[in-house]
């Protein structure tokens, strides 16, 4: 397997993780975000979305889309599973993971930033402002939706939902968001992050992490 | 069946087509965003995300997010199929639709175009090339991903890639979207809307809309 990966993208992340849980060994091609190398007509060709992550399969299939992959991932190699067997639960962990997925990360990405910033003149601080506010809302959602009482937010092992929180907690420890009034977050990240699957996958282990 | 609902909610509009297609009757109970209904006590506790689509089961399960409950109607109800059955092509679907769904429809939403509009002091002209270079940008990248030569974006029955392009069509003609540079995403649209299931899913079609 291959992954375009960027060690920050918190998409890259989400199958990184996923990949790992599986036991299922890839190799990563860096692409640098900063540099617009998504934007190489060469890649632009692999991924038509211009962005990370791009996966190759073994029989040289190319797939995109993170959640996508999550799913690809989870129905050709079922162990251990992502999601739970039955419809409800499923969707229920679905529109958690969704919930980080769609409300959060899009509204937060790098290319809206470039267009707050760029083409609409607004500053940092109005940028990070911006950031947290979707935050903030996207995890009291989350929140709501999930058991309590559990390591992980459905029951006893990580699902999608997990792999996308633990996802955004990094971009909430990033932009400095005030994790505080969120402990139940705190405490399913802490969780996800004692794993090597989620450890390995964190920004700062991958090949192409650069000292800030 | 119960589906909260507003009819010019096109991720609203996805599950209505999804429940048209596999024939599966539901009641229609509208949310009037425009009236900060989403926002009501009793209505977050059944959608903490505080939007539209809110499904409620027969056996009085809660679920929400659009795509998780098309996911939920295909496991379900699974005539006639929303994806395809092998991995590689579900993924493809699943990527096609996501690009709707991920790239163009959280950054275009009603509160994120209310930030940028009452927080943000930006113009109605504004917000509209807003909403427009996300358009125009998911289009471009959906297009490049979809099958040539086909009735609809994969093969010769719809799948949840077209129910996510017709939903944004709708807003693309809504906005003002000149759609003659994607005449593939055009003839997609027209093979849709000439389905039943897609005409009844129309804004106009609902049982809450408000002539303007």
Request: proline content about 8%.
């Amino acid at each position: 397997m291959i992954l375009y990966s960027y060690w920050r993208s918190t998409t890259s992340y989400r199958v990184r993780v996923a990949l790992n849980l599986k036991g299922i060994s890839y190799e990563t091609r860096p692409v640098n975000l900063v540099a617009h190398e998504q934007n190489a007509p060469d890649y632009v060709k692999l991924n038509p979305i211009q962005g990370v992550p791009t996966m190759v399969t073994d029989a040289g299939d190319t797939l995109i889309q993170s959640l996508a992959l999550l799913e690809y991932l989870d129905e050709t190699q079922p162990e251990p599973p992502l999601l739970p067997s039955d419809p409800v639960p499923r969707a229920r962990v679905r529109g958690a993971a969704q919930t980080i997925a769609m409300e959060i990360h899009p509204i937060n990405n790098l290319k809206v930033l470039s267009y707050l910033k760029d083409r609409l003149d607004h500053s940092q601080d109005e940028a990070v402002d911006w950031m947290r506010h979707w935050m903030t809302e996207g995890f009291t959602a989350f929140e709501a939706q999930i058991d309590s009482g559990t390591p992980f937010s459905f029951g006893e092992t990580p699902t999608m939902a997990d792999i996308c929180l633990a996802g955004q907690m990094i971009n909430a420890r990033r932009w400095g968001l005030d994790t505080s009034p969120f402990p139940r977050l705190v405490q399913i990240d802490t969780a996800c992050r004692a794993l090597a699957a989620f450890r390995d996958a964190e920004p700062e282990n991958q090949p192409d992490a650069t000292p800030l």
